[in-house]
């Protein structure tokens, strides 16, 4: 009898044990996204989850949850890489504060344009950036845009750095966007996206800063009719998955994961692009009255002491923002 039992617990332990080890792709994966349907992220990650399923023949399958439904993005973020979660897509200025190596996309001018930062990211930059996430848990399998950020206010044009010298500006709640304005003798404000708009329109802050969809889809562009192309923030997105789920795939089935989701980047910037120039377009025949600023040196050598506080706090990542700037 005694036998017998030890048998059965031994079985029962191997049976515990191997259900451990059936693979992640065995049961349907979560997906986090903040975006509403149509968005072109939303429309990309509906895409990966579809590619996902097709290339995998059936073996894997994911199931999206758009719109912000599964918890705020700091909230997911923690959530896929401590495994409640298998897949988000994010921004990397919330995953800065996580992984250093992120954060180095938030240094101010880091990018002089779209398609440096696509250089930069789906090169060796891109790598080691994803190297440092991975070691907090997540994995970045694609990148996808966010636009350029630029300045926008109810005031005045701005040109040069001394246009922002005494502005109230609301910028993210980052270091790196509050001493971005400090070095441009402006006042940041940091607060709520949800707020802005009424700020803007009772005088609490004179401008702000963002992409074209987003000035157009907030109604921004209604009460701060001032939009420059400073472009001083370009920071992308991307699909990421948790780390643990994506290390217990074989070989093959990463790369089934990878495709798929380099896929989808493919569709989601054209997209992006096609969106960003509807809403450029919308904003502009609104009587919006915009400013190229062709020459960014000035405000470039502004931020010297933003770089040199962030390299003094952070001496390993000099390469990591060598290796960007550098890149052709």
């Known amino acids: 009898m005694f036998s017998f039992k030890k048998a059965a617990l031994t079985a029962a ?24 349907p149509g968005y072109p992220n939303t429309v990309a990650m509906d895409k990966f989850a579809e590619l996902l399923k097709e ?9 999206m949850f758009h719109s912000g439904t599964l918890g705020t993005q700091p909230d997911a973020i923690e959530q896929v890489r401590i495994g409640g979660l298998e897949i988000g897509n994010f921004n990397l200025g919330p995953i800065g504060p996580v992984a250093a190596e992120a954060n180095v996309v938030s ?41 350029a950020r630029s300045f926008y206010n109810s005031k005045k044009p701005i040109n040069t750095p001394a246009d922002v010298k005494g502005m109230k500006v609301r910028v993210m709640n980052n270091d790196l966007y509050s001493g971005m304005i400090k070095a441009l003798d402006g006042n940041p404000s940091p607060m709520a996206f949800s707020e802005v708009y009424q700020s803007l329109k009772t005088g609490v802050v004179d401008g702000a800063e963002n992409n074209w969809p987003s000035y157009e889809s907030t109604g921004h562009f209604e009460v701060a009719g001032y939009y420059s192309l400073s472009q001083h923030l370009i920071i992308p997105e991307c699909v ?18 990878r495709d798929a989701a380099r896929e ?65």
């Open 264 to 328: 989808s980047a493919t569709l989601q910037r054209e997209l992006w692009e096609a969106r960003a120039k509807s809403s450029r377009e919308k904003v502009m025949a609104s009587g919006v009255k915009f400013n190229d600023i062709p020459d960014k040196a000035a405000f470039q050598k502004a931020m010297e002491p933003v770089y040199e506080r962030y390299l003094s706090a952070n001496p390993d990542l000099k390469p990591l923002v060598e290796l960007i700037q550098n890149t052709k």
């Open 240 to 257: 990421c998955i948790n780390a643990n789920v994506y290390n217990a795939l074989s070989d093959d089935e990463k790369k089934i994961v």
């Open 55 to 63: 290339k995998s023949g059936g073996k894997m399958t994911l199931k």
């Open 107 to 147: 240094l101010p001018f880091i990018f002089r344009d779209m398609a440096h930062m696509h250089r930069a990211l789906d090169g060796e930059a891109g790598d080691k950036i994803s190297a440092g996430m991975a070691k907090k848990g997540l994995v970045a399998l694609a990148w996808y845009d966010s636009g």
């Open 13 to 36: 332990v191997a049976l515990f044990a191997a259900s451990l080890t059936v693979p992640a792709q065995a049961a349907e994966w979560r997906g986090w996204n903040i975006h509403k």
